[in-house]
Nanobody, 120 residues
Framework: QLVESGGGSVQAGDSLRLSCAAS????????MAWFRQATGKEREGLAR????????AYADSVKGRFTISQNNAKNTVYLQMNSLKPEDTAVYYC????????????????WGRGTQVTVS
């Protein structure tokens, strides 16, 4: 089970930190990722982390503004979002998969319910 938290409504230029708590699956050695889906658009991969080696990667659209990190002791992944823009408005999802790490939504087996981020 993946549970996201930390969404909300903010002004352009503000920051938010999203959290994703994982339970019921083997955390270490997973690929954990953040996606978002804006109204009328496809789900977009933003950032991923391979938990065993803390190796990260980002989509070009968020590189330099968003940072993915983890707390292994808490089985939790975070997404720090800075310099938010109105176009960042979307539902943000946490996802997990075993094995290789990608940013393709169809590769992921486990999904949270999402948390809304609105930037005005």
């Amino acid at each position: 089970q993946l549970v996201e938290s930390g969404g909300g409504s903010v002004q352009a230029g503000d920051s938010l930190r999203l959290s994703c708590a994982a339970s019921g699956l083997t955390y270490d050695g997973n690929c954990m990722a953040w996606f978002r889906q804006a109204t009328g658009k496809e789900r977009e991969g933003l950032a991923r982390i391979y938990t065993a080696f803390n190796k990260t990667a980002y989509a070009d659209s968020v590189k330099g503004r968003f940072t993915i990190s983890q707390n292994n002791a808490k089985n939790t992944v975070y997404l720090q979002m800075n310099s938010l823009k109105p176009e960042d408005t979307a539902v943000y999802y946490c996802a997990a998969k075993y094995g290789g790490c990608t940013l393709h939504a169809t590769d992921f087996n486990y999904w949270g319910r999402g948390t809304q981020v609105t930037v005005s």
